[in-house]
């Protein structure tokens, strides 16, 4: 599995931290070989950034995303926040539907490095609610 260098890890941070604290809706950046595009729709729900180029490494390579596996509700059962780390299995989320709690477990250990669905607003089966960092072993 090829993975992109900690300075292009970092960039990538950067980049979701400063576009996330603004009103900004789209982004495109180069980087030598890497290209970045952000995009966030209007209602405030972000979209993990996706490598249009990249002939050294593959984004998708470093970030997993953690997606709905139902129609609901986004819901945060604990203070779940950008940059805490998180064991394979652990609960990082719920999916309230039908006046049932479902939990949402992290496929893989790692840190958080966005989470994508504002909590209380409603998601889409398939839809990515967080982006995690994996763990290097």
């Known amino acids: ?8 890890l970092r960039l990538v941070d950067d980049i979701i931290e400063a576009v996330g604290e603004t009103d900004v809706t789209s982004l495109a950046l180069t980087s030598g ?7 966030r729709s209007a ?3 972000r979209s993990l950034p ?4 990249a002939p050294v490494a593959s984004l998708e390579s ?3 995303p953690v997606t709905s596996e139902l129609v609901g509700r986004f819901l945060l059962p604990r203070p779940v926040q950008r940059g805490d780390t998180v064991a394979a299995g652990d609960v990082v ?3 309230e539907s039908m006046s049932l ?3 949402v477990r992290a496929p893989v250990g790692g ?3 966005e989470i994508l669905v504002e909590p209380g607003h409603p998601v889409e089966f398939g839809q990515v609610l967080m982006a995690l960092i994996p763990m290097e072993s």
């Not at 599995?1 to 292009?8: D, E, I, K, W």
């Not at 996706?50 to 180029?53: F, G, M, R, S, Y």
Request: glycine fraction near 0%; charged fraction near 20%.
């Open 1 to 8: 599995m090829n993975s992109l260098p900690r300075s292009a």
């Open 33 to 39: 070989p890497l290209k970045i595009e952000l995009k």
């Open 43 to 45: 209602h405030h729900v």
């Open 50 to 53: 996706t490598v249009l180029e």
């Open 62 to 64: 470093v970030v997993v």
């Open 93 to 95: 989320a719920c999916i």
């Open 101 to 103: 709690m479902n939990e």
């Open 111 to 113: 840190r958080i490095a």
